[in-house]
């Protein structure tokens, strides 16, 4: 089975991400043999640029962001009464490409995606691989059951190089769209230098016929409360823990992939071509892992945390972005309905790491601190940054009188 055409064909690629980014890195030679997270990093910026030289961001727009920056530096830490310093230096804001975001990008989230490609490898996982009775067939393999046997093996060898190219694809993807660094709520390397993607949000800007200025404000706002929120040392070490404990309890199911294999109809021609990219397309299938029941445990505490990080940012937003800025209502309807309506094939990250943000999600977070507010005003939110035992649990999440109740209570810890 050859899956790729010919140079004059149309592009059987088409659909699926990783092979489509793979297949032109190759035709442009640019895959060497290095390791697999340099060339990720490589296959990342292909994407990313689409293989072209990007243009230097103009020096004006640093000066124009930073002085926008320190307006929303100060009306943040004034609404939370946090310091907006993860390092204890000044803030920055800085205007970036999008090659460079996705170069920085990868080094960031790599050290998770390192843990679940291990994880894939651990000795439990491999366990799991080999461990167990395998029943004999009835009759002789068949072409399905040949490929099948063939295929697990080898893509389960390959499971460590497939994560960091998977990433690199869709870290790539990412770079094309996001705004700046937080788009997904991910502790990256501790720093107080916020990117920005200009291209991204002047395309924005002019797709939706937004005000340039108003528009730099608010995604200033919106990065610099981010960092802010993630900063708190109990919040990120939350956020930390409960990714990387998902990140870490992937567990490889070989026979999952082979059965799905040895349903395919080989002998389909080109339905069968397409059949088989799209189950090499599906993450769980690619990477060969399923989700764990330890998985299935963390995500109600994983997406409440998520919840009420999104949900204090977006108040912290309200409470500034109405007194600033004269277009916030236009331009917070047509931020938030594009960060709910991303594209599947961008969603990969957020499905990796655990991170469903649905609508569902933002609305939960902010009838959260709605409740908090509205029985114990702004004094009652701030007590989320007092420890961790101040963080709520799921069911808190949906009752903050619950949540007010309990922390109210004595800590028999001390």
């Known amino acids: 089975m050859h899956l790729v055409s010919d140079p ?8 699926f991400p990783l092979f489509g980014d793979l297949a032109k890195l190759f035709g442009q030679g640019g895959m060497g ?13 292909n994407v990313a640029t689409d293989g072209t030289s990007e ?10 962001l930073e002085q926008l920056a320190r307006v929303a530096d100060l009306q943040v830490a004034h609404v939370t009464g946090l310091s907006t310093s993860a390092t204890g230096r000044q803030l920055t804001v800085v205007p970036v490409t999008r090659g460079q ?9 790599r050290p998770l995606l390192e843990k679940l490609a291990g994880s894939l490898g651990s000795p439990e996982a491999l366990a799991d691989e080999i461990g167990g009775d395998v029943d004999e067939p009835d009759g002789p393999a068949g072409p399905e059951d040949q ?15 497939m994560v960091a190219m998977t990433a690199g694809s869709m870290v790539g993807h990412l770079a094309r769209r996001s705004l700046g660094q937080y788009d997904l709520p991910i502790p990256r390397s501790p720093s107080d230098e916020l990117m920005i993607v200009v291209p991204n949000l002047d395309a924005f800007g002019r797709e939706w016929s937004l005000p340039d200025d108003d ?4 995604i200033c706002l919106h990065e610099i409360a981010y960092h802010t929120v993630l900063a708190v040392p109990h919040v990120r070490g939350r956020l930390d823990s409960l990714l990387t404990r998902y990140t870490t309890s992937f567990r490889n199911d070989p026979r999952a992939l082979e059965d799905q294999i040895g349903e395919l109809d080989l002998a389909g021609g080109p339905d069968a071509l397409a059949s088989f990219q799209s189950l090499l397309g599906e993450p769980g299938a690619l990477l060969g892992a399923i989700q764990s029941d330890e998985q299935r445990a963390l995500l109600p505490q994983l997406e409440a945390t998520v919840a009420v990080i999104a949900g204090v940012v977006d108040h912290v937003m309200d409470e500034v972005g109405h007194k600033l800025i004269a277009s916030y209502g236009m331009l917070t309807e047509a931020l938030r309905r594009r960060r709910v309506e991303t594209a599947e094939s961008d969603r990969f990250v957020e499905r ?16 959260f601190v709605a409740g908090v507010i509205e029985r114990a005003g702004p004094d009652g939110l701030a007590r989320l940054w007092e420890s961790e035992r101040m963080l709520p649990s799921p069911p808190e999440v949906d009752a903050p009188g619950l949540w007010l109740a309990r922390i109210d209570l ?5």
């Open 215 to 218: 528009l730099r404000l608010w």
């Open 147 to 161: 490929l099948a046997a063939m295929l697990g093996p080898m893509l389960s060898a390959m499971q460590p190089m």
């Open 33 to 45: 043999a290095g390791a697999p997270w340099e060339a990720a990093r490589t296959l990342a910026l």
């Open 55 to 64: 243009p230097n961001v103009d020096p004006l727009e640093r000066i124009k």
């Open 101 to 109: 975001w996705a170069r920085r990008t990868l080094d960031d989230y």
């Open 352 to 367: 990796l790491l655990g991170l469903e943000l649905t609508q569902g999600v933002y609305d939960r977070g902010t009838a």
């Open 8 to 15: 004059g064909s149309p592009n059987p690629f088409e659909g």
């Open 410 to 414: 004595p800590n028999d810890d001390g």
